[in-house]
């Protein structure tokens, strides 16, 4: 009996010794909750963008580039603070992984329905030239976690990034990415049938995040901001024109954003802003929610 107990703790002294838990940081919330799904105890999770902040515009903390050298992995998903930064995240620390979170996904071009709209609506052509060569990174949509699918990808991205790391717990890693795939599914299957009736509407929105979302589930967004920026005044008496042609009511907002212009667009058409947020932690309740207030506000 006794021999045994020894034993027993003998083979699970390393075990814990080994445990302290792999520190990955992510770019925005949404990714921060997929990480733990997959990676539960094994992982310690950072997320650059903190809760209320703009991924557009963020600024890293000096604080969390120190906090990058005691940090496995980093898993970019291509906003545009990024852009700005990935350089000085990577030389915080030679030694992190950096992987791209959208690997294996489809990416959308954001002004893609901002551009048809464009041209249908206030006359103006847009330089097709310059359109071309800025297929950058920055004319990619990276709002990828809109769409329960793709964050299937991004879960499969983040089983193998931490089995690769973390060798002896990849079965861990691969139990954990099926409970959560099952879940993606079952979330997957609720929005569609909150949305079945609804397929082949518009919703407004000030900042184009639901592109990937609106592609999943058949739907279009048409926004107001414009290539990043605020309208001018023609197009948003554009924006206000097709809000009435087409009966919109409600606008949406994205907490971290300015809400003036969608406001003004509100009040001209009779309508209500609504704030749905993208960047929410709490990923199936809150889509759960935003499929219900889209499919709401559409409803005629
Ligand atoms: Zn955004």
Redesign the pocket.
């Known amino acids: 009996m006794m021999r045994k107990l020894v034993f027993f703790i003998a083979i699970l002294m390393p075990a814990l010794g080994s445990s302290e838990p792999l520190r990955v940081f992510v770019s925005v919330p949404p990714q921060k909750t997929f990480v733990e799904k997959v990676g539960a105890h094994l992982v310690e999770v950072h997320t650059m963008v903190r809760p209320g902040h703009n ?2 515009t963020y600024d890293p903390t000096p604080q969390q580039i120190s906090a990058l050298s005691k940090t496995a992995l980093y898993l970019r998903i291509g ?1 545009p603070f990024e852009n700005a930064w990935m350089e000085r995240i990577r030389s915080a620390n030679p030694d992190m992984r950096v992987l791209d979170n959208r690997t294996g996904i489809d990416l959308r071009s954001i002004a893609r329905q901002e551009h048809e709209h464009h041209e249908k609506n206030d006359g103006h052509q847009p330089d097709k030239a310059r359109d071309e060569t800025r297929q950058t990174e920055s004319e990619r949509d ?2 990828v976690w809109t769409s329960p699918p793709l964050v299937k990808q991004m879960a499969r991205n983040i089983r193998d990034a931490l089995a690769e790391l973390d060798p002896p717990n990849r079965l861990v890693y691969a139990r954990n990415y099926g409970d959560f795939a099952a879940e993606l599914d079952t979330l997957d299957r609720d929005i569609r049938s909150m949305l079945k009736d609804i397929s082949n509407q518009k919703f407004m929105v000030f ?3 639901w592109g990937y979302f609106a592609d999943t589930y058949g739907l279009t967004q048409v926004p107001i901001e414009k290539e990043g920026k605020q309208p001018g005044a023609r197009a948003l008496t554009a924006l206000i024109e097709q809000a009435k042609r087409e009966q919109v009511k409600v606008i949406f907002v ?1 907490p971290q954003f300015d809400k003036r212009s969608a406001k003004q667009v509100a009040r001209a058409i009779g309508g209500r802003v609504v704030p749905i947020d ?1 960047l929410a932690a709490d990923y199936a309740d809150n889509l759960r929610e935003v499929a219900r207030l889209i499919a709401e506000a559409v409803q005629r």
């Open positions: 991924p557009h906003v990276p709002h900042h184009p995040s994205q993208p």
